[in-house]
């Protein structure tokens, strides 16, 4: 139980373009999804919580007009990367927790990104 | 200021031998404990958690760790590595308040040699 995916597993863009990954819970309802970025050889990094029908909350540093997130229903959240940059290119995580259990975290097998 | 840390960024072990993955946090107040595996190019797995209750937890593959809350440390061990346990381990903590904002240690790979 509590499996999360994600699609898709990699993607490669050219520089300028928009990137939508999306990240759902296969067997459970989310209340709340979260999305991390990890670059290598590094920990996660949190960039910004977000619950069902509600704006999501961006951690300090994180821009929220490069990295939209989408929470529509409870089994599915998106991540738009807007106009990519090579910079913007790291490994991508999301994960969801639900209510009765939300001190734990699933988590998502991740996107890899390559901006060209 | 409230952190974790985790010891050695990179851990050798002989199959067959004692793994230990050390992890402490800065807190006065205990956190909800973690340990997650993750191996190369995949996403994080839960091996196990600390909320409440007993201090020793048993998770999965073999792994315990122990809450100690007079050296507020949470480490990982198993008494027998295998091959397949070499990857890289993280620590995390939810801590009082947080509301399950999860602070990732910067993680420990696992080198296990035949």
């Known amino acids: 139980g509590a499996v999360v995916s994600q699609h898709p597993s990699w993607v490669i863009c050219k520089s300028g373009t928009s990137v939508k990954i999306e990240c759902r819970s296969l067997d459970f309802q989310a209340t709340t999804m979260f999305w991390y970025r990890q670059f290598p050889k590094q920990s996660l990094m949190l960039m910004a919580t977000s619950n069902e029908g509600s704006k999501a909350t961006y951690e300090q540093g994180v821009e929220k007009d490069k990295f939209l997130i989408n929470h529509a229903s409870l089994t599915l959240s998106t991540l738009t990367v807007t106009s990519a940059h090579p910079e913007d290119s790291s490994f991508y995580i999301c994960?969801?927790?639900?209510?009765?259990?939300?001190?734990?975290?699933?988590f998502g097998p991740g996107t890899r990104l390559t901006v060209l | 200021a409230q952190s974790v840390t985790q010891l050695g960024s990179h851990v050798s072990v002989s199959e067959g031998a004692l793994v230990l993955l050390r992890c402490n946090y800065s807190?006065?107040?205990?956190?909800?404990l973690f340990w997650y595996v993750q191996y190369p190019n995949q996403g994080l797995q839960l091996l196990l958690k600390y909320t409440t209750g007993a201090t020793l937890v048993k998770g999965i593959n073999g792994f315990e760790a122990e809450f100690k809350k007079s050296e507020t440390s949470f480490h990982l061990t198993k008494p027998s590595a295998h091959m397949s346990d070499a990857a890289e381990y993280f620590c995390a903590v939810i801590f009082s308040g947080g509301y399950q904002k999860v602070t990732f240690g910067t993680g420990t790979k696992l080198q296990v040699i035949p």
């Open positions: 994960s969801a927790s639900f209510t009765g259990a939300t001190d734990t975290q699933y």
């Open positions: 807190s006065s107040v205990p956190p909800y």
